[in-house]
């Protein structure tokens, strides 16, 4: 089984770390919450805040899979500037990549997403394709063995199965 990072800011949509975290849990799956800064974050809705069991930048992490929840949280990450590093860096290794909402605009700021499909919310697709993605409207589209992407909260019952399905392969 893999070893799960959530990567996450201010303004993640609740439902969109809350139901994963606890799937997660339940499903025995060893994760961290990853933030730049050791303190509380609220979501976009302020339904519970969360603290990050890692903070960036303080050790080398090895994971094998990001998760990066929607919201605004995607945005906030990307003001960090070594959250693209970190993503390339990560890429590099092999880390596979699950993102939804507009969590792909991360991997679109790393130049992840050239030629393969993907999915997010819809606000979000005239950016994707301007780094070369190929947007598609589905619930969720597994693009490698290295990123899947799911399109909003509205889809996430799609989402997380294939999600838990990836971290157990």
């Given at each position: 089984?893999k ?40 979501g976009?809705?302020?339904v ?37 590093d ?42 994707l ?20 992407t ?20």
């Amino acid at each position: 089984m893999k070893k799960v990072g959530i990567l996450i800011d201010d303004g993640y949509h609740d439902l969109e770390l809350w139901l994963p975290y606890y799937r997660f849990r339940e499903e025995g799956i060893d994760f961290d919450v990853l933030a730049w800064e050791d303190r509380e974050y609220k979501g976009v809705y302020g339904v519970d805040s969360v603290k990050p069991t890692h903070v960036l930048g303080s050790a080398d992490i090895d994971y094998d899979l990001i998760y990066i929840p929607g919201a605004n949280s995607p945005t906030n990450l990307l003001k960090h500037h070594g959250t693209v590093d970190l993503i390339r860096s990560m890429s590099s290794k092999g880390t596979t990549f699950a993102t939804i909402c507009h969590g792909p605009l991360v991997l679109a700021e790393a130049d992840l997403v050239k030629d393969i499909e993907m999915t997010g919310h819809p606000s979000i697709q005239t950016e994707l394709k301007k780094h070369g993605a190929k947007y598609v409207d589905m619930p969720y589209v597994r693009s490698s063995d290295n990123i899947i992407t799911g399109k909003t909260h509205f889809q996430i019952d799609r989402f997380i199965p294939e999600l838990l399905s990836v971290i157990k392969e």
